[in-house]
């Protein structure tokens, strides 16, 4: 079964929109969008140095997203507002992502690959890699949901409830880098911030809980990606922008249709 | 023991100092309200005991076990974020759904179980907060001025909510406001703050204090002696001559 790539593609696709849609969720509420861009553009500077230490690519991209997530918290708070760090370490470490892989003579990477992802070209160990991150990254998840709940609602109640919200941000931090490290090669570090975003959105007018925006999401984000895949396949697409394109149009349809049902009902 | 007790606290925050030296305690069953201007380290004192900023200098002493009931001042909830009053109420995990009926119908809001928190007009939300406060048994609640934003009427009607909550659970209250005649008639102990205790006691003796005059004016005797005349005549205050004036300076009138 896992010999044809569509098979393995397919399996691929739903295995990041399942990780990545309860986290982002919290990527939603919490409003960190800038920040998951910032750490998926990190991530190609991960990927460079992976390259040149020839180690593996995984373990590169999670180390650098930690990296750049440590760096925005020591940063905020300093008189420059958080759109404006995010958006300068954002921008510049993929320039300097993009301009460590040109002095890599020697190795020959597709850049095009990891940019925009490469997702028929998944092998059986990127599948396992992909799980594998997938399911780390729901179980911690689901392990602290509560608590993640709790101090995204306000910090001060966190403190009350004896959580410590500044852990939980770090349990958020952490399924951030590793999320990311997995979609790379499925939609590349340009898109990967949609298909945390665009499914949680989509799923916002549908949901009357958090739970079942989670849940939604997932739905919609496995459904973007099984769809997307088979249009890139009939169409011959990009198959990554496929996906987040079948993502896009389901937002706007929930959108309009959410909107409508919430006047109906104030 | 007392449920709290913070000794010779001091914060600074960006390198100025908040607070110094404070000492507070509250006791099983008191009401304590803490008092002062803004920007006098009332808010921060909350969250040293909560726990969630760093103290410089001295510590907060808990009651092992202590249970925290905390309404904050004001809880924004991102409108992405879809949650249920019953859900909201539920955030700690185990309580069942007629835990959550009684804690709504402590608060004053019965019937709001499956509305949107979205959906609550102000007095609701507050009352909400309270019962997700209470829905835990707590031996103490922590209230940050948490009648911000209800009219007057709403107000005191959720204070009496509190008297009645600390009635009836025992539980101790530390709150902070504005509302000075509520304050002194509502209260065991008053302690007024800026930057450090300026005075703390009785209401009645804090307001006749030199240092208290000095923050609030001389007019706010006016509410100490509405809150003398309340309790020592037993006499209805629910008509309507001026009670309508923002400032309780205006209060001299009396």
Redesign the interface.
């Known amino acids: 079964m896992l010999d044809d790539f569509m098979t393995r593609a397919t399996l691929a696709g739903i295995g990041v929109a399942i990780a990545a849609a309860p986290l982002g969720c919290f990527v939603?509420?919490?409003?960190m969008a800038y920040f998951g861009d910032a750490t998926a553009h990190a991530a190609i500077l991960g990927v460079a140095l992976s390259l040149a230490f020839q180690t593996s690519i995984f373990i590169g991209t999670v180390a650098i997203a930690l990296v750049m997530a440590t760096t925005v918290t020591l940063l905020s708070g300093r008189g420059y507002a958080m759109d404006t760090i995010l958006g300068v370490l954002a921008h510049s470490s993929l320039a300097f992502g993009l301009v460590a892989v040109s002095f890599l003579s020697g190795v020959r990477i597709d850049l095009m690959a990891y940019l925009f992802g490469d997702i028929l070209a998944v092998s059986r160990v990127d599948l396992a890699v992909i799980w594998g991150g997938a399911i780390v990254v729901v179980g911690l998840i689901a392990w602290r949901w509560?608590a993640l709940?709790?101090s995204?609602?306000?910090?001060?109640?966190a403190?009350?409830?004896g959580l410590n919200?500044r852990r939980e941000q770090l349990i958020l931090t952490l399924s951030l880098a590793i999320t990311v490290a997995v979609a790379i090669k499925v939609v590349g570090v340009l898109l990967i911030a949609a298909m945390l975003i665009i499914p949680a959105?989509a799923a916002?007018g549908l949901?009357?809980?958090?739970?079942?925006?989670a849940v939604i999401a997932a739905v919609i984000g496995v459904f973007s990606a099984v769809v997307g895949l088979r249009g890139a396949y009939v169409f011959d697409t990009p198959a990554g922008p496929s996906i987040v394109c079948v993502a896009a149009v389901l937002f706007a349809l929930f959108g309009v249709l959410g909107s409508a049902r919430g006047s109906k009902s104030? | 023991m007392s449920l709290i007790e913070v000794e010779n606290l001091s914060i600074q925050y960006n390198k100025k100092t908040v607070l110094s030296h404070v000492d507070l305690k509250v006791d099983p069953g008191e009401i304590v309200t803490i008092v002062g201007p803004n920007g006098s380290g009332k808010t921060s004192l909350?969250?040293a005991i909560?726990?969630?900023i760093e103290t410089s200098a001295g510590h907060v002493q808990k009651m092992p076990g202590l249970r925290?009931?905390?309404v904050?001042q004001k809880?924004?909830?991102?409108p992405?974020?879809?949650?249920?009053v019953e859900?909201?109420l539920r955030?700690?995990?185990q309580v069942d759904r007629s835990a959550c009926r009684a804690a709504l119908e402590a608060a004053g809001v019965p019937d709001l179980l499956k509305q949107?928190m979205s959906?609550l007009s102000g007095g609701q939300f507050q009352r909400v907060l309270l019962a997700r406060a209470l829905i835990d048994r707590p031996d103490i609640l922590?209230l940050d001025e948490a009648t911000q934003g209800l009219d007057q009427a709403g107000s005191a009607s959720f204070y009496r909510q509190i008297e009645n909550v600390r009635n009836e659970t025992g539980c101790a209250i530390l709150m902070i406001s504005h509302e000075l005649h509520v304050v002194m008639s509502a209260s065991d102990r008053v302690v007024c703050l800026n930057g450090h205790v300026c005075c703390a006691g009785t209401p009645a003796v804090v307001a006749s204090a030199p240092e208290y005059r000095a923050l609030f004016g001389t007019g706010t005797g006016g509410a100490l002696a509405l809150y003398r005349h309340d309790h020592d005549h037993q006499h209805d205050h629910d008509h309507d001559h001026d009670h309508d004036h923002p400032h309780p300076a205006n209060e001299v009138a009396h």
């Open positions: 939603v509420w919490r409003r509560s709940l709790t995204t609602l306000n910090e001060e109640l403190f009350a409830a919200p959105a916002r949901s009357r809980t958090p739970e079942a925006m104030i | 909350f969250k909560l726990g969630s925290i009931g905390y904050p809880l924004h909830i991102d992405t974020l879809p949650i249920t859900r909201f955030l700690n995990g949107q959906r922590l």
